[in-house]
Structures are given as C-alpha cells and as structure tokens.
C-alpha cells in the first residue's frame, strides 16, 4: 500500500465519543486526502491537506476535522460520532496535484463502525 | 444527479471471458480518466489511466475514452478469478490544483472459474 498506514484498522464506538483517525506516510508526499466508501456512493472526499498546516473542506467534511503538524501525519477526526458516520474512511497521497500527476495511492481503510 | 453515474452491478463472467464496464459522466471539463480496482476489504490501486480522449491498452487490460458521448470503458481481456474486484472509475478536470477526483459508485466484477 504504497507506505501508507491507517491506524486503527477496525474501531467500535458509542454515539457521541470523539473518534481519532491516523494516516501516516513514508513517501514524504506533499498531498493526503480523508475519503469515505459507502455503498452506493463510491468514495467521497472529507478534508485533504496540500501541505503542513494546510488542510481545506471536501464534499462531505461536515462533522468531522483535520490537522497536519508533519508532512508523514494527517489525523481525522470525528469531534462526536454519529450512527451515520459508520463508514470505511481511506487515506490516500499524492506527490503533485496538478497536471499530468495524477496518481493517488490508497492506505487499507479504517472500517468504523458507530453504536 | 451524480458527475459520474456506474452500474453497481454485480457483472458475472465466466473464467476467460471478456469484460466490460463504462461509466457516464456529466461535467465536459474532465479531461484526466483513471479506473482503480479494489478487492474486498482493500485500498483502491490504481490500474489504467487516460488523457482526453482515446483508448489505451495495457496488458489484458483496455481504457477507452468518448469525449463527444462523456463515456469511459474498460475492457478486460481474457479474465480470470483473480480479477474478481470491484472497479471504479475517476476522472477531475486539470484546473483542479490540489488533485481533486470525482469517483463512481463501482461495478463490482465476480469472474467465475
């Protein structure tokens, strides 16, 4: 998986608990990105980060935050978890965002599951 | 209404045969084209990509592009169990600076031997 890991790799939790997602990359790749996979919706982009200290909103950031204090770390979290938050999250990385770079490479998933 | 519209499926095959799966989409700036394949409970990877138009072939493997339509295929030749996956397809548009990619659903692919 390309230097990619998620931690932690399953996670059960209580509705209302905040919840911590790690990603954490050996290929020193300035862009990372916090998807979703739902059935019937593909993958959806949460927050990506273009950099230290540089994070935007995607399509579907509602209740959740981001940081990046290391290039290799971008952290996700879901500040008071909610049933429909229940989802397989994948952290992705890319070395450039424009032009012909194109390539995003997937971590294995952190499958949440909220009660 | 979805950018990128896929079929679901599940499409059944039988070992050796050919596959075939398309996703339409609405947005004429997509220029970039790629399909990922993803096996159950892994990350996508990515397998083809495309620039405009055209197809191209690597492997047992084909992508084609119709701009005119906003239609992209994948051909998979001479498939085998070990293609079994779901595929999904993602284009973005080159203004885009920060690598933005808008997904499909995924077709998942079930080859029988």
């Known amino acids: 998986d390309a230097g990619i890991t998620q931690s932690p790799r399953h996670k059960v939790t209580e509705t209302g608990t905040p919840v911590t997602l790690r990603c954490h990359q050996t290929?020193?790749?300035?862009?990372m990105y916090w998807y979703r996979q739902d059935p019937g919706h593909g993958l959806r982009l949460i927050h990506y980060?273009?950099?230290?200290?540089?994070?935007d909103k995607g399509e579907v950031s509602d209740g959740y935050s981001v940081s990046r204090s290391k290039t290799e770390d971008f952290l996700l979290t879901l500040e008071s978890a909610t049933s429909s938050q229940t989802s397989v999250y994948f952290c992705a990385i890319s070395e450039s965002g424009r032009g012909n770079s194109y390539e995003q490479y997937f971590g294995p998933g952190t499958r949440l599951t909220v009660t | 209404q979805k950018e990128v519209e896929q079929d679901p499926g599940p499409l059944s095959v039988p070992e050796g045969a050919i596959v075939s799966l398309n996703c339409t989409y609405s947005?004429?700036?997509?220029?970039?084209f790629m399909w990922y394949r993803q096996y159950s409970r892994k990350g996508p990877e990515l397998l083809m990509y495309t620039y405009s138009s055209g197809n191209k072939e690597d492997g047992r493997f084909t992508a084609q592009v119709d701009k005119s339509s906003k239609y992209i295929s994948l051909f998979i030749r001479d498939s085998q169990p070990s293609d079994s996956a779901t595929y999904l397809c993602?284009?973005?548009?080159?203004?885009?600076?920060?690598?933005?990619?808008?997904f499909g659903a995924g077709t998942q692919v079930v080859v029988t031997p």
């Open positions: 290929e020193n790749h300035r862009y």
């Open positions: 993602a284009m973005r548009t080159p203004t885009d600076s920060w690598g933005k990619l808008q």
């Open positions: 947005n004429s700036a997509f220029q970039y």
């Open positions: 980060s273009y950099g230290v200290k540089d994070t």
